[in-house]
């Protein structure tokens, strides 16, 4: 059984900065993907971003600049440094861990709120 444990999520005001974190645990294989994505009330879910086992990064248009992920392959673990949080960030942040064989995870969810 795979898990992924989220942490991190919290209430900051415009401008602030928080850090997720993502850890995979139990029995999960050849991890390639592993990022985060987010789901606002009434919106669908959308990619933040991504990086791949070898560094490769893919973010959004709307977090480039301000938000860096970055992850640890031997704890497989994800992170995401978000700066300069807007308002428009708030969301739920889900992690999101994919293997080579294509097999895709999701965490619980943590609450990124950004308000004053």
């Known amino acids: 059984q795979v898990q992924l444990v989220e942490s991190g999520g919290a209430s900051v005001q415009p401008g602030g900065s928080l850090r997720l974190s993502c850890a995979a645990s139990g029995s999960i294989r050849s991890v390639y993907v592993m990022g985060w994505y987010r789901q606002a009330p009434g919106k669908r879910r959308e990619l933040v971003a991504l990086?791949?086992?070898?560094?490769?990064?893919n973010y959004s248009d709307s977090v480039k600049g301000r938000f860096t992920a970055s992850r640890d392959n031997a704890k497989n673990t994800v992170y995401l440094q978000m700066n300069s949080l807007k308002p428009e960030d708030t969301a739920v942040y889900y992690c999101h861990v994919a293997t080579l064989l294509g097999v895709a995870y999701w965490g619980q969810g943590t609450q990124v709120t950004v308000s004053s």
């Open positions: 990086i791949t086992s070898g560094g490769i990064t």
